[in-house]
């Protein structure tokens, strides 16, 4: 399953969700919300400046005390973006999400954010590329036996 990243996200789509660091957390996990999404990048003059996410809402904020109308996303926000090309293949992002221990990792190219990528997504692709295996392998024992 040689398969680049890049492939996944023309399947996927490549919109991202982003929001200002200046937003309050508040409002920041209310459009979370809105859209469904467990993360969102936080871009700063269109630039990839931090993300945050589910997970930083419960150790930063509830778990920190902070109160989420007056706190701004840039002081709860990962900054440290760990990101990926969309040369990456699927098996080295999975292993990226073990390793690291994350569930979003923002695609950048060239400097610029092409696309978002969760475990989910790699989950859906692996299965879906199990399943087709599994297909043609039924398909071709199925059509290599005498009738």
């Known amino acids: 399953m040689n398969v680049p990243i890049s492939a996944l996200l023309q399947r996927k789509g490549s919109a991202v969700h982003g929001i200002a660091p200046d937003l309050s957390i508040y409002d920041a996990v209310a459009e979370m919300n809105r859209l469904r999404i467990g993360a969102i990048v936080v871009l700063e003059a269109g630039k990839l ?17 902070i109160d989420p109308k007056v706190v701004r996303v840039a002081e709860v926000m990962t900054r440290d973006v760990i990101t990926v090309s969309p040369d990456a293949m699927i098996e080295e992002v999975a292993a990226m999400f073990t390793e690291k221990r994350c569930r979003h990792l923002p695609v950048v190219s060239g400097g610029a954010l092409v696309g978002l990528i969760s475990i989910g997504d790699i989950s859906r692709w692996v299965a879906d590329h199990h399943r087709a295996e599994a297909e043609h392998l039924r398909n071709y024992i199925a059509g290599g036996m005498p009738g």
């Open 49 to 65: 400046a931090g993300i945050f996410t589910e997970r930083d809402v419960l150790r930063r904020v509830v778990g920190a005390s």
